[in-house]
């Protein structure tokens, strides 16, 4: 992918996120309590320890954080979508919590010096650019204390794929055949953005043991996670595919909705199966 490619591609990244983050805060945050709450079990975030929130979207991780750490502790979220930053902002003002900030930043250039933090923690919340996950690595380690924690969870590999699956033969179905010019240019980014990714390291143990990490490991974990159809389908299209179903004739915009609520209904409470990442700066 040229660097130009991949300039535009992170700009639709920041768009794509900007558009769900309503939906975001009121669906997915609740949907994905049970998670958060276990990752922060696993960094061992206790009072008095300052924390950053990588890909912090509207702040809940951030915030139980900061429920945690307490008045003698600080948390920074940081995230590169300014509506995501705009809604953890809110949430935080509403939460009362007073050692809590949240800043518009790239998680793979973190604007701290070296040894800022005691945990870093990303709740799904890696670079959706996956061949800068190697980089944001070394600078999540990098703002680490010696000795500190780091942990991340992201969808594993083996989960389900029949929701996506299902969703992509709904859409398959309606899509249009003949784009316009703005279509194509967001289908050739989108493609050659899945070709790079397909081609970018994956997360396993020695990716963050190459970025300087010590004592890593992992495992797997499966949750139970409710969202309902209608709000699943917002974030599909919003997230990638709003010029697709724009590009639709409204009659097909509509059987599109109702066929791919009616595909999604099965799947409103799923088993997700998240793999957890832990590992520590190294003390010397
Ligand atoms: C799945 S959401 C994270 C959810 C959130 N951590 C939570 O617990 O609710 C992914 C977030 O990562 C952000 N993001 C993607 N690439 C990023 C990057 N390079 N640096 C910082 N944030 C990034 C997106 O804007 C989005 O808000």
Not at 144 to 152: A, D, E, K, Q, S
């Amino acid at each position: 992918m040229r660097p130009s490619d991949k300039e535009a591609y992170r700009t639709l990244l920041v768009e794509w996120n900007d558009r769900v983050a309503w939906i975001w805060a009121r669906y997915y945050v609740a949907a994905a309590a049970r998670i958060r709450e276990r990752l922060l079990d696993v960094a061992e975030v206790k009072p008095g320890d300052s924390v950053l929130d990588v890909g912090t979207a509207t702040g809940s991780a951030a915030i139980a954080a900061a429920r945690r750490v307490g008045e003698t502790g600080r948390v920074v979220g940081i995230d590169t979508s300014p509506k995501m930053v705009k809604k953890a902002r809110e949430s935080a003002a509403e939460s009362g919590l007073i050692t809590l900030e949240f800043h518009l930043m790239d998680s793979a250039s973190l604007e701290f010096v070296d040894s800022s933090f005691d945990a870093v923690i990303s709740c799904f919340g890696q670079p959706e650019t996956p061949w800068d996950v190697p980089t944001a690595l070394q600078e999540w380690r990098r703002v680490l204390v010696p000795g500190g924690r780091f942990c991340h969870c992201g969808e594993a590999d083996s989960g389900d794929e029949r929701f996506a699956e299902r969703f992509q033969q709904v859409f398959e179905k309606h899509k249009v055949r003949n784009p316009g010019p703005g279509l194509t240019a967001t289908r050739r980014l989108r493609s050659l953005a899945a070709k790079e990714a397909k081609q970018a390291p994956r997360w396993e143990a020695n990716l963050l043991e190459t970025a300087g990490f010590a004592a890593v490991r992992h495992f797997t974990e499966t949750f139970e996670v409710t969202i309902p159809a209608s709000a699943s389908l917002e974030p599909s299209l919003m997230w990638g595919m709003l010029d697709e179903y724009l590009a639709m004739p409204p009659r097909v915009q509509e059987r599109f909705r109702q066929e791919a609520i009616k595909a999604m209904r099965p799947f409103e409470t799923r088993e997700v199966n998240v793999a957890f990442f832990v590992a520590r700066r190294a003390t010397s």
